[in-house]
């Protein structure tokens, strides 16, 4: 099993700047995704941003310009840094990662428990 802890969130004003880490633990062998999703009050869940461990990154438009995701592949941790946050950002963070337990073994998805921000305006 894998464990995916977040933290980091929390309230902030509009035009302010927060930063989200994930750390993984458990059965890994490597992780070929990490990154973060969102859900806000009525919406689906949404990409925000995602990177592999070779470094390419998958982010939404949203995002872009605003917020920057890095990994910290030695620690199996990624972090989301997030400025320019508009209320439009408000949402339950998710930490998420494509997991493989061992070499020949399929990738497995997980997910974060979630982390709450909230921009104020």
């Known amino acids: 099993q894998v464990q995916l802890v977040e933290s980091g969130g929390g309230l902030v004003q509009a035009g302010g700047s927060l930063r989200l880490s994930c750390a993984a633990s458990g059965s890994i062998f490597s992780v070929d995704i990490m990154g973060w999703y969102r859900q806000a009050p009525g919406k689906q869940r949404e990409l925000v941003a995602t990177?592999?461990?070779?470094?390419?990154?998958n982010d939404a438009d949203s995002v872009k310009g605003r917020f920057t995701v890095s990994r910290d592949n030695a620690k199996n941790t990624v972090y989301l840094q997030m400025n320019s946050l508009k209320p439009e950002d408000t949402a339950v963070y998710y930490c998420?990662?494509?997991?493989?337990?061992?070499?020949?073994?399929?990738?497995?998805?997980?997910w974060g428990q979630g982390t709450q921000v909230t921009v104020s305006t």
């Open positions: 990177l592999t461990s070779s470094g390419s990154i």
């Open positions: 998420h990662a494509i997991v493989r337990p061992w070499s020949a073994a399929p990738p497995n998805r997980y």
